[in-house]
């Protein structure tokens, strides 16, 4: 099986401590096309997680990140496609600029309680709550196939990565 790290970041806006909008793009080609998402992609050589979600927020989005914080780490297996992925998942609190269309992504401002996610991977109504609540957390997902139904899941929170 082919293995990939990347990461996925999401924009969020603050109605004082609780998260109340989250900026999604939709993704216009490549891998996970037609769905929501965060902003994100794998590292280049020598590229530290950090430094990668920075950067595919800005080609992506067209905005500098200045603040950000890592949430997630996840699992997930795509039976079909013999792909293993790992996810590293930030919540980017502060940028300059404001998001953008690209080639890649349209983004979307939503308000926290109205995410779409029936237009999104299946495990994202899983875990995307739980971050927007404050939880740090590990899982773990087995797909039959890429945007298809979740077989398999395991979801627990952690102290730390």
């Not at 965060?38 to 595919?56: F, I, N, S, W």
């Not at 790992?86 to 349209?106: D, K, Q, R, Y």
């Not at 939503?110 to 999104?120: A, C, I, L, N, T």
Request: proline share 3%.
């Amino acid at each position: 099986m082919t293995e990939k790290i990347f990461t996925n970041c999401f924009l969020v806006r603050r109605d004082g401590e609780r998260i109340s909008e989250v900026c999604l793009g939709m993704k216009k080609r490549g891998f996970g096309n037609g769905l929501w998402n965060g902003a994100g992609g794998k590292p280049d050589v020598g590229e530290t997680l950090d430094g990668a979600a920075k950067r595919e927020v800005g080609e992506e989005f067209g905005v500098e990140v200045t603040k950000m914080e890592k949430r997630g780490e996840f699992h997930f297996v795509l039976k079909q496609e013999e792909m293993e992925a790992i996810m590293h998942a930030f919540l980017v609190s502060e940028w300059e600029g404001e998001p953008t269309e690209t080639e890649e992504m349209a983004p979307r401002w939503f308000k926290v309680e109205e995410v779409p996610y029936g237009e999104m991977w299946k495990s994202d109504r899983e875990f995307l709550p739980r971050l927007f609540a404050g939880e740090k957390i590990r899982g773990h997902y087995v797909f039959e196939k890429e945007g298809g139904e979740v077989l398999e899941s395991e979801v627990k929170v952690v102290e730390e990565f």
